[in-house]
């Protein structure tokens, strides 16, 4: 059965594969493909609910059927005609919908996604394969730079880590106020969903633990299918198309995830202070959203963000908001990454990890930056080179904690620092560096370039016998 369902899944993303190569071969980019499929895939879905006794909420004159025996220009018209339709109704139905406007103009082209999506019989199909369907096209998707769409990924294997250390659980509430297309929400359901078979355990995880927002229309429309597809917030959507700088709402959530937008907020936009005057006023991303997230996670919540190094760094207003996380919050752990994990290229990050209702005194820290190379294309990061990370972590039974830093092994990449080391730094700087993989090279210039010259046989192969000492050290 197992080999069923993977022959099924491949041949399904090949299917789907196909198709966006020849929409691109035509002209339509990879992300306008994934936003249409969605829109005609609700359809379809919606039809076969229908045909099995359940309600439809699309009213008459803009389903699915009245697709069907249409084409040419009549085609693209009645398309045109639901989605703007759809876009205004309220619930699941709407967001999925938002500001939805069509991307295939050509009748052909439309006619292909809609024959293929036609083919198969997806309402019924297994939530698990659906879904996964789904989200390796969101990850192509995410690999076109031209879109600009990796800005809304993060790696699979990331989110796996910091889900599994934060370890959410069935009956907790969970959000990311930056949601993207709901990759950490995803990932906490897939944790959360084997923990109990009880039905009232798992009718509050499909309808009620989850929150997620975004501020593009387009996420937004991909987050709810994504959630959707996994059978989450099939009535109601867990998204929402909002600004999370500005939102005043009580709303308070047991655990955050996130990977919030860095840089500043775009020219035009509503100044954050101007309406959540309790922030430090700074015109920085990434410090805003971690004010915000500050404000909504409950007490004895639990939280895990990833962060540019400034924010770890930074005087003035940054200095502050650092001052107030430690005084309010227990930043216990810091995991340092490397670059080339996204597809900002150069972007050094890092992932705080804090619970609020105690202040902060030990900092352990882990240092996956320091000798660690990674690229999107050759060599991206999985899960299993976090698995010392998360062994070090000790979820639920932090007092375990041993460092793997001592005298001894000065290049151990977890260490404790203490509060007097902490509160002692300088403007309260958390950039914890202590690794040093340099290495001496003690062969004479002869032997140097003797090496070389196997390598590179045009070199010459003999120079006097004199001594040097090279010393090569990391870059962090």
């Given at each position: 059965m197992a080999d069923i369902q993977v022959k099924s899944e491949s041949t399904l993303i090949k299917k789907v594969g196909d198709i966006a190569n020849v929409l691109a071969s035509a002209g339509v980019g990879f992300t306008d493909y994934l936003t249409q499929l969605t829109y005609i895939l609700f359809l379809k879905m919606d039809d076969e609910r229908e045909a099995y006794g359940f309600e439809s909420a699309i009213p008459e004159g803009y389903k699915w059927q009245d697709l069907l025996d249409l084409s040419g220009e009549d085609l693209v018209e009645k398309y045109e005609e639901i989605l703007e339709e759809l876009a205004k109704k309220d619930g699941l139905i709407g967001t999925i919908f938002t500001k939805a406007t069509n991307k295939i103009d050509r009748p052909v082209l439309l006619a292909k996604v809609i024959e293929m999506v036609a083919s198969e019989n997806w309402y019924m199909m297994e939530g698990d394969l659906k879904g996964a369907i789904y989200e390796s096209i969101l990850e192509k998707n995410g690999q076109d730079r031209k879109s600009g769409a990796g800005?809304?990924?993060?790696?699979?294997?990331?989110?796996?880590?910091?889900?599994?250390v934060t370890d959410p659980k069935i009956t907790e509430t969970v959000a990311d106020p930056a949601c993207g297309t709901g990759g950490f929400l995803l990932a906490a359901y897939?944790?959360?969903?084997?923990?109990?078979?009880?039905?009232?355990?798992?009718?509050?995880?499909?309808?009620?633990?989850?929150?997620?927002?975004?501020?593009?229309?387009?996420?937004?429309?991909?987050?709810?299918?994504?959630?959707?597809?996994?059978?989450?917030?099939?009535?109601?959507?867990?998204?929402?198309?909002?600004?999370?700088?500005?939102?005043?709402?009580?709303?308070?959530?047991?655990?955050?995830?996130?990977?919030?937008?860095?840089?500043?907020?775009?020219?035009?936009?509503?100044e954050v202070y101007a309406n959540r005057p309790e922030f430090v006023k700074t015109s920085d991303n990434q410090v805003n959203f971690l004010q915000h997230i500050m404000s909504i996670v409950r007490t004895n919540g639990r939280v895990a963000v990833v962060l540019p190094d400034n924010v770890l760094t930074d005087g003035g207003a940054t200095a502050k908001v650092r001052e107030k996380l430690l005084k309010d919050f227990n930043l216990h752990t810091i995991l340092r990454l490397p670059t080339g994990i996204f597809y900002a290229n150069g972007v050094k990050t890092n992932v705080l990890f804090f619970?609020?209702?105690?202040?902060?005194?030990?900092?352990?820290?882990?240092?996956?930056?320091?000798?660690?190379?990674?690229?999107?294309?050759?060599?991206?990061?999985?899960?299993?080179?976090?698995?010392?990370?998360?062994?070090?972590?000790?979820?639920?039974?932090?007092?375990?904690?041993?460092?793997?830093?001592?005298?001894?092994?000065?290049?151990?990449?977890?260490?404790?620092?203490?509060k007097e080391e902490v509160y002692s730094r300088d403007f309260l700087k958390l950039d914890f560096k202590w690794m040093d993989l340099g290495e001496k090279d003690d062969r004479t210039i002869g032997e140097l370039l003797g090496d070389m010259h196997t390598k590179h046989p045009q070199s010459p192969k003999q120079l006097p016998n004199c001594k040097i000492s090279l010393e090569v050290s990391s870059c962090d």
């Amino acid at each position: 059965m197992a080999d069923i369902q993977v022959k099924s899944e491949s041949t399904l993303i090949k299917k789907v594969g196909d198709i966006a190569n020849v929409l691109a071969s035509a002209g339509v980019g990879f992300t306008d493909y994934l936003t249409q499929l969605t829109y005609i895939l609700f359809l379809k879905m919606d039809d076969e609910r229908e045909a099995y006794g359940f309600e439809s909420a699309i009213p008459e004159g803009y389903k699915w059927q009245d697709l069907l025996d249409l084409s040419g220009e009549d085609l693209v018209e009645k398309y045109e005609e639901i989605l703007e339709e759809l876009a205004k109704k309220d619930g699941l139905i709407g967001t999925i919908f938002t500001k939805a406007t069509n991307k295939i103009d050509r009748p052909v082209l439309l006619a292909k996604v809609i024959e293929m999506v036609a083919s198969e019989n997806w309402y019924m199909m297994e939530g698990d394969l659906k879904g996964a369907i789904y989200e390796s096209i969101l990850e192509k998707n995410g690999q076109d730079r031209k879109s600009g769409a990796g800005q809304y990924f993060t790696p699979r294997a990331l989110i796996k880590a910091m889900v599994d250390v934060t370890d959410p659980k069935i009956t907790e509430t969970v959000a990311d106020p930056a949601c993207g297309t709901g990759g950490f929400l995803l990932a906490a359901y897939e944790h959360m969903k084997p923990q109990s078979k009880e039905i009232a355990k798992q009718k509050f995880l499909k309808e009620h633990a989850f929150f997620g927002a975004d501020n593009t229309p387009l996420v937004v429309t991909l987050a709810s299918m994504n959630l959707y597809l996994h059978d989450i917030g099939t009535e109601s959507s867990p998204i929402v198309c909002q600004d999370s700088l500005i939102d005043k709402s009580d709303k308070m959530f047991d655990v955050i995830l996130a990977n919030p937008p860095f840089g500043t907020r775009p020219q035009g936009s509503v100044e954050v202070y101007a309406n959540r005057p309790e922030f430090v006023k700074t015109s920085d991303n990434q410090v805003n959203f971690l004010q915000h997230i500050m404000s909504i996670v409950r007490t004895n919540g639990r939280v895990a963000v990833v962060l540019p190094d400034n924010v770890l760094t930074d005087g003035g207003a940054t200095a502050k908001v650092r001052e107030k996380l430690l005084k309010d919050f227990n930043l216990h752990t810091i995991l340092r990454l490397p670059t080339g994990i996204f597809y900002a290229n150069g972007v050094k990050t890092n992932v705080l990890f804090f619970q609020k209702g105690a202040p902060t005194e030990d900092i352990w820290v882990y240092d996956y930056r320091t000798g660690v190379k990674h690229t999107m294309a050759t060599k991206p990061m999985t899960r299993a080179n976090l698995d010392d990370f998360v062994a070090c972590y000790c979820s639920g039974h932090m007092q375990d904690r041993v460092p793997t830093y001592s005298a001894d092994e000065p290049n151990g990449r977890w260490r404790k620092f203490t509060k007097e080391e902490v509160y002692s730094r300088d403007f309260l700087k958390l950039d914890f560096k202590w690794m040093d993989l340099g290495e001496k090279d003690d062969r004479t210039i002869g032997e140097l370039l003797g090496d070389m010259h196997t390598k590179h046989p045009q070199s010459p192969k003999q120079l006097p016998n004199c001594k040097i000492s090279l010393e090569v050290s990391s870059c962090d």
